[in-house]
């Protein structure tokens, strides 16, 4: 299936930056955007597991513990803001590594 970029963007356009045609641009940009976005929400992933020690799900496991002597170091907002963020962050990666997946190399 070829994608109709834009009249805008001639298909001679395309060819001329090295692509074979408008879907192989098309798909070669979104596989670009898809990664980019999969290496941000990683590396937020990565900063909240450094920060507290250990992956969201012991992080659940013990964020109600007040005698917790990691987490204690953090206020309850910090701490709800992050598990917010951490969590949101797994979500995304997961997302866009699904729909990676769906595009051909």
């Known amino acids: 299936?070829?994608?109709?970029?834009?009249?805008?963007v001639p298909e001679?356009?395309?060819?001329?930056?090295?692509y074979q045609n408008t879907d192989d641009f098309?798909?070669?940009q979104v596989r670009r955007a898809l990664s980019e976005k999969i290496s941000y929400y990683q590396s937020?992933?990565?900063?909240?597991?450094q920060k507290y020690g250990m992956t969201l799900?012991?992080?659940?496991?013990?964020?109600s513990n007040?005698?917790?002597?990691v987490l204690s170091k953090f206020s309850i907002a910090e701490?709800?803001?992050?598990?917010?963020?951490?969590?949101?962050?797994?979500?995304?990666?997961?997302?866009?590594?699904d729909n990676l997946r769906q595009i051909r190399p």
């Open 12 to 18: 001679a356009v395309i060819i001329a930056l090295g």
């Open 1 to 8: 299936m070829s994608v109709a970029i834009s009249p805008s």
């Open 79 to 97: 701490k709800e803001t992050d598990d917010f963020d951490w969590d949101d962050a797994l979500d995304f990666v997961r997302i866009y590594t």
């Open 44 to 49: 937020r992933i990565d900063f909240y597991e």
């Open 66 to 69: 007040q005698d917790d002597s």
């Open 57 to 63: 799900i012991e992080f659940h496991g013990r964020v």
């Open 26 to 28: 098309l798909r070669i």
